[in-house]
Structure formats: C-alpha cells, structure tokens
C-alpha cells in the first residue's frame, strides 16, 4: 500500500526513526544513565547519586540536596559511549534525510546509491547504539563488581537507569526501522 507514491511501511519505519532519534536525545543528555545505591552494616540503600554522559549528580549532606557537576575525569567507557551515542544520532539523522528526500523527490536516476545509502546508515545507526549501549553496560557492571571486592564496610549497587533504557529503546526502534523500510523498499520494487 502507498500514500502519495511512498510505501506504508517506509513511512512507519521513518517515522520509528525519528522517535527513536527524539529519545535518544533525552536519553543522552539526561544524567540518569547509572544510579549508585549503597548500604552499610547499620543501614540499607543510601543514594549515592546518579551519572549520566555528561555529568555526576551527588547526594550532598542531610537535606539530601542534588549536586550535578561535569565529569571530573572522564573514562574510556563513557567517552566511547558518547562517540558512538552521537554518531548513531547523526547516522539516523542521515537516513531520515536520504530516504525522505527520495521519496520526497521522486528520484528515479541513482536509485540503488540511495537505497544502499538509507539503509547502510540506518543499519550503522542501529549498530552504534547497540555497541554503545553493550558497552556502558558491560563495563558499569566490571566496575560495581570491583568496587564491591575492595569495600569492607560499604556494599555498592549500580543500577541502569531510565535514560540507559530510552537509549536502548531507541536502538531497537532504529533496527526496527530499517527492518520496516527494507521490506517497504523491496515490496515497492515488484
């Protein structure tokens, strides 16, 4: 099925694409990537605060009072999560443009460069954010397992947090995307 000469399922896969691109921006710039937890002999999940991509949230004194500041000393894992978190954005950003104006335009001449242009960057798109993501995860748990084998007194919990899932939620729509404007490409073609 068509609406204005544009296959169905590639106008689902576009527009999966761009919610999929708006929370990853939410996701990005929020600084709920992690949220550390700890407890004690005498008591239980004390907030540590949260970390996001660009900044660490502390919980300072009794009237538990957020503090946010940038990275102090930024680690590889975060700054391979940012690289690969912006250029995945950018790649989506990429697809929506070069299927758009395909569609859009009605390009006849230099169809299979488009075709292999809109889906080499989505499916690019949806592989760096996956890497990203496996990444940040893989890494936050070495890290809690660590510092947990040279605590005696404290027991720490680092626990993936909501801006963590809406970028995860977001690399699976892009890979749904690309699925949806494939199929819609090829069913377009017979």
């Keep these: 099925m068509m609406v204005k000469g544009i ?10 694409l761009t919610l999929g691109g708006l929370l990853h921006i939410i996701g990005i710039a929020s600084p709920y990537w992690t949220t550390i937890s700890f407890s004690t002999l005498q008591t239980q999940d004390n907030n540590g605060g949260h970390h996001g991509l660009w900044l660490e949230c502390s919980i300072v004194s009794l009237l538990q009072t957020v503090d946010c500041t940038e990275h102090k ?20 950003i990429l697809c929506i443009l070069v299927t758009g104006l395909w569609f859009v335009l009605k390009i006849q ?7 292999i242009s809109s889906l080499g960057t989505g499916f690019l798109c949806g592989l760096f954010s996956l890497i990203a993501i496996i990444v940040y995860a893989a890494e936050v ?11 005696m007194s404290f ?4 626990t ?31």
């Design 7 to 16: 296959p169905v399922l590639v106008l689902v896969g576009l527009s999966l």
């Design 73 to 92: 000393d930024v680690q590889g894992f975060v700054v391979a999560t940012r690289a690969l978190t912006i250029l995945s954005l950018l790649l989506g």
């Design 109 to 115: 001449t230099h169809q299979l460069i488009l075709m």
């Design 141 to 151: 748990k070495s890290k809690e397992n660590a510092v947990n084998k040279v605590s």
């Design 155 to 158: 027991r720490y919990s680092y």
């Design 160 to 190: 993936l947090g909501w801006s963590f899932a809406l970028c995860t939620v977001a690399s699976v729509l892009a890979v749904i995307a690309v699925v949806l404007i494939a199929v819609g490409i090829r069913m377009m073609k017979r």
